[in-house]
Structures are given as C-alpha cells and as structure tokens.
C-alpha cells in the first residue's frame, strides 16, 4: 500500500519535469531527478508526502509570528498580559507534533526497510574510490576490472563523444559501468585512500566509501539510459572531478559487452555506444514509417 502511495506522489511530483527522461541534472533544476529505479521513485514519493506537512506548519508559524508581531506590539498593547499558562495550547502543541512525526516515521521506515532488503543479486560490482577517479571490479566467471576516469575536452574525438547534451562537461567519463535493465544490481563500495562516496540521483542510492571497510548496496534500473552520478565525499582538491556513469542497456546488449569487455574494455564500449545509436535509428526510422 505504501509503495503504491508513493508511486503515485512520484509520478505526481514528476509532471512537470516533461517527457524526456532525465538521466543528469538539468539547467534550473529545482527538485530531484525522474526515478529509474522503484526505490528512488518511492524517495520522491516520500518528498511530496512530507511536503503536506512541512507547507501547511510553514504558513502555520509564519502567521503566527505576523499575528503576534502585529496584535502585541507595544504600541497596539501597552499593558501585556501576565498569563503564563494555557492547558488547551500546552495539550495541542504537544500532541500535534507527536501524531506528525507519527504520520512521517512510518512510511520513513517503510522506505528504510525497502533500501536495505535487496532482492538476490543478479550481478555483483564493486567500486573502489581512488584520489581522483574510480575503479570497478564485476564479480563474474572472467575477471573484468576497469578504471573510470572524467573525460577531458581534449579527449572526446578519442571516444567518440563529442555529443556534449548526451556526455555533459565534467560528468563524461571514458568507461561506463554497464549493466542490464531489470536485474538487481550488488554493489560493494570501499576506497583505497579517503574517505569517499558513491551517489547515483536517479537510482537513490549514496553509499560512503570508507579505506579498509566493504559497504553494500544494490539498485535495480528499470529504464535504458546513461546516468549520471558523483563522489559526494570531500575528498581532496579534485573533488569536483570524480563523476560516475552508469550505462543500463538490454540484456542482450549487456551479455555482448560483457564477453567484449573482459578482452578489450575499449572496443566493447565502442561496439556497444554503434548498437545502441544504431537501435536508435531504427526506432525513428519506423516511428517516421508510421507516421
């Protein structure tokens, strides 16, 4: 009931974000990201649910400070009142409080046990936070492990990325993490230095990277797409350069570029972004056949 409660505040929340579906942040952006997983849409919904109370007690003492201001000013109340004891305000400002918090801490909890009871892992990754970049290690039957690194201008023709809407400054980086759209994703998360933190908007996930210490999370993405995330640790001087992409494509995609990637991690990346501009084609190609 709760999760469907909160899908629904989600999809509220999210009208006016438009039809395309955001995978970075966007300019003026004022609230969250569009959900790709069912954890962040019930992180939105949860917002606009506890928004009906944070408005409503906003005005409530705003009023009141400007009610109070206004009829017991010294010059509109030369004598004050001596009154310093009221039972009915006393009884009420003590119980309203108390079913508020009541009102928010359970769907709180609600959420919180949803993010922390994954469903069986299908893949395993672990990423390890580096001064200033990140590695990944895929727990499968051949060993893959890849470093991610921001993309410099200079580099763009280098990767084929010279689209600076879909790889966006300082967000870009060489080497996505991919995985398959519906399956459960484990992820591990250390460091091998300071401290760090791994934070993806549009999965509702942000999970510290601590030297010497495993820490777990998981997300399931239920849209294709590029995401985009970053550390979210003051971790050093190039902080601000340590962004984090995930790439969630179809799982014939993803088993292709993983049998690719554990040879040449580069050339699978390049195989897979043709697959995917050419789905892309095709899909207008018959959109514009329709019409």
Request: charged share 15%; with cysteine.
């Amino acid at each position: 009931m709760t999760n469907k409660l909160f899908a629904g505040l989600a999809a509220f929340a999210s009208l006016g974000a438009g039809s395309a579906y955001a995978a970075q942040p966007v300019d003026w952006q004022m609230g969250l990201q569009p959900a790709a997983t069912e954890i962040m849409a019930q992180i939105r919904g949860f917002e606009a649910y506890t928004l009906w109370f944070i408005v409503p007690i906003t005005l409530f003492v705003l009023g009141l400070l400007v009610y109070v201001m206004v009829k017991f000013r010294a010059s509109a109340n030369p004598t004050p009142s001596r009154t310093s004891h009221n039972t009915a305000i006393e009884v009420v400002w003590t119980l309203g409080p108390v079913v508020i918090l009541l009102a928010i801490a359970v769907p709180s909890f609600n959420l919180l046990t949803a993010q922390y009871s994954p469903p069986p892992a299908d893949i395993t990754i672990k990423a390890t936070g580096y001064q200033w970049y990140w590695g990944y290690e895929y727990q499968t039957e051949n060993e893959l492990s890849f470093d991610q690194l921001m993309l410099r201008e200079s580099e763009r023709a280098d990767y084929a990325k010279e689209d600076v809407a879909a790889y966006p400054r300082l967000l870009a980086v060489d080497n996505e993490v991919v995985v398959p759209v519906g399956q459960t994703v484990r992820l591990l998360v250390t460091a091998a230095d300071v401290l760090h933190a791994f934070a993806m908007p549009a999965f509702g996930i942000k999970m510290d990277a601590v030297p010497g210490r495993l820490n777990e999370t998981w997300f399931k993405a239920d849209v294709e797409g590029l995401y985009y995330g970053q550390c979210s640790e003051l971790c050093g001087k190039d902080h601000a350069y340590m962004p984090i992409a995930v790439r969630v494509v179809s799982q014939d995609q993803y088993e292709t570029w993983l049998a690719a990637a554990v040879d040449d991690i580069e050339a699978a990346n390049r195989n897979l972004m043709a697959a995917i501009e050419t789905g892309e084609k095709s899909v207008d190609v018959a959109a514009n056949a329709k019409n």
